[in-house]
């Protein structure tokens, strides 16, 4: 079955990534499709046969710029020619999903989320009235475009019940369900029998708005416990000026380093409302517990006092008071880390293979 991939742009390296290097393992001769492809900050990417991208690579800035290009990335997606392959899987949280097939092709959308910026988060992305006034027009053509898109696959996947629920909602579909691939084996610890606590709380993501690390910050600085944050990113400095000093920031690990400081910690800080999280994952494949906002792919990834606790207000008062009554829940490492082998990559590959056998009959 000749298959290709397509991705919306290939310049960063997180979660999404992670997926299509998984795919490439079942498909090690598909060509990866995507907007744009920069070369140096994707370096993942040079284990595909062939990195292809659109007519916007032409443009100076795009590689790195491409919010500037909205209107123009669905031009960019639809100009692809897949005539000549018999599966073609999108991964996407924007517009990749917005190919053009042939009724021979089999088109699978693995969706990480419905567009954020037109549908679930427009309000974040758009709080100031004047951009919001100003962008009206591209937003209600990038609507109308996103919707009809949508009904392009044959198939739509999401990575979480939550994502699920958006995409019925924004684009009244049902879809599949199949979680992303974490790798378990870098962060589970063979001897966790054995292993100590430390005395911290551990934060790991990037630090962007949506993410809600200030929430951390602000709650720890109040509680006075030692909180460590991993991670780099646009807020950096403004969440390092506002922690007191019992809040550590140690930047950008090594997967090695990283399964050490989740097998320490006390439990994992998770404060955002994510499309998955891989970080919870993580955590829990360490044997480590996540306090999490009870919101997201943390329903799906996060067992209430078996492998974290939930808090259901996200501000400083509902995590201070989860965090305070955290020492009065026991956690069994064992059944931590067996939670976590349920997101395996090896189950990933598993049920995308079941997928396509299924439809393709």
């Known amino acids: 079955m000749k298959t290709a991939i397509v991705y919306d742009r290939v310049n960063k390296w997180g979660g999404a990534e992670r997926v299509l290097l998984a795919l490439h393992e079942i498909y090690p001769d598909a060509p990866l499709y995507a907007a744009v492809y920069d070369s140096d900050k994707a370096t993942w990417a040079k284990v595909f046969p062939k990195v292809i991208p ?78 919001r006034f100003i962008s009206r027009p591209a937003i209600y053509y990038l609507r109308h475009w996103d919707k009809l898109a949508a009904q392009r ?19 009244g579909r049902d879809s599949k369900l199949i979680y992303p691939p974490v790798d378990i084996k870098k962060f589970q610890n063979p001897n966790f029998k054995f292993q100590k606590r430390g005395n911290f709380f551990l934060c790991v ?27 780099k990113g646009s807020e950096e400095g403004k969440l390092k000026r506002m922690a007191k000093s019992n809040i550590i920031f140690v930047g950008e690990l090594t997967d090695e380093k990283l399964a050490d400081y989740y097998s320490k910690c006390l439990a994992l800080i998770f404060p955002q409302e994510e499309d998955f999280g891989l970080t919870a994952v993580e955590a829990q494949a360490a044997g480590t517990p996540v306090v999490a906002y009870k919101k997201g792919g943390a329903l799906d990834t996060v067992i209430d006092r078996k492998t974290g606790v939930f808090f259901t207000k996200q501000n400083k008062e509902g995590l201070i008071e989860i965090v305070k009554k955290f020492k009065e829940h026991s956690f069994d490492r064992k059944v931590i880390m067996d939670n976590a082998n349920k997101f395996s990559k090896e189950n990933f590959k598993s049920e995308f293979l079941k997928l396509i056998k299924d439809v393709a009959r």
């Open 153 to 171: 696959p044959d198939v739509m996947v999401a990575i979480s019940s939550a994502v699920q629920k958006r995409i019925k909602r924004y684009y």
């Open 205 to 231: 993501s990037r630090l962007i708005p949506y993410k809600r690390v200030d929430l951390a910050v602000e709650a720890f600085n109040e509680l006075s416990l030692p909180l460590l944050i991993v991670g």
């Open 54 to 131: 659109s007519f916007l690579q032409k443009i100076p800035f795009a590689k790195s710029r491409h919010e500037f290009l909205g209107t123009f990335t669905p031009i960019a997606f639809e100009n692809f020619d897949f005539s000549s392959y018999d599966l073609v899987i999108s991964v996407t949280s924007e517009a990749a999903k917005g190919i053009i097939t042939k009724p021979q092709t089999l088109h699978i959308c693995y969706c990480l989320t419905p567009t954020r910026y037109l549908w679930s988060a427009y309000s974040l992305y758009f709080k100031n009235p004047i951009l």
